[in-house]
């Protein structure tokens, strides 16, 4: 399976955009890029998921390189609710493995 | 239930007691996962199920683990002589099927082992 790296942790001012990138090198043509977050003492959250081409939905966007290997998911507008830990995951055969992402903090 | 059910929220047991932790998916979702996550760490995938199919079980961590899953709906993960480094909080998460990535989790179980 493909693997991910992150950064461990970012900052944000509330009401600015989250950029938060993700490396996967490893890539293969079939294999899907998901983005999860993780609010403290909950389960993991959906968010969103793309193959080659940019995603877009209610929550957020989705860059993809064109050679696929990194991604971006932006958070348009971050506000405090949106502190958490954000994993990137490229799954095949329905592993997911979901490291320990990058903790994101909104800062008032 | 509208969501991923799962039970005990919380269980603390001493060391070397056997626990089970239940797992209800969302009602027509054939796949249903396991993972595990300690203190301050990320989520480590522990087993999935498949419809009918063979579980993957590649990631339990030792043989004190197994998980089983009747009539492709409701799964208990079992841990014998649990230790305490078993401590963490144990979540499942089904999806629709084996070709979507959208998985909803349960709130999880958090296991103190003393």
């Known amino acids: 399976d493909a693997k991910t790296t992150q950064p461990t942790s970012m900052d944000c001012a509330e009401g600015r955009a989250a950029n938060l990138p993700c490396n996967h090198s490893?890539?293969?043509?079939?294999?899907?890029v998901y983005w999860y977050r993780q609010i403290h003492s909950q389960g993991p959250q959906y968010i969103i998921h793309?193959?080659?081409n940019n995603e877009t939905n209610e929550m957020a966007s989705l860059i993809i390189t064109e050679d696929r290997k990194s991604s971006t998911l932006i958070l348009p507008h971050a506000t405090l609710r949106d502190t958490a830990v954000y994993y990137c995951?490229?799954?095949?055969?329905?592993?997911?493995?979901f490291g320990t992402g990058t903790s994101l903090t909104v800062i008032p | 239930g509208a969501g991923v059910s799962q039970s005990p929220s919380n269980k603390v047991t001493e060391k070397g007691k056997d626990v089970e932790l239940r797992c209800d998916p969302i009602?027509?979702?054939?796949?249903l996962y396991w993972y595990r996550q300690s203190l301050g760490q990320g989520l480590e995938f522990l087993i999935y199920?498949?419809?009918?199919?063979?579980?993957?079980k590649s990631g339990l961590p030792s043989d004190r683990f197994s998980a089983e899953r009747t009539g492709g709906s409701v799964s208990t993960l079992t841990i014998q002589r649990t230790q305490q480094e078993d401590s963490a909080v144990y979540l499942c998460?089904?999806?629709?099927?084996?070709?979507?990535?959208?998985?909803?989790f349960g709130e999880g179980s958090r296991l103190t082992v003393l």
């Open positions: 998460a089904s999806s629709r099927t084996r070709d979507t990535g959208e998985l909803f």
């Open positions: 490893t890539i293969s043509g079939n294999e899907y």
């Open positions: 793309g193959l080659k």
């Open positions: 009602s027509g979702h054939t796949a």
């Open positions: 995951i490229v799954i095949s055969s329905n592993q997911f493995y």
């Open positions: 199920f498949q419809g009918n199919s063979a579980p993957d």
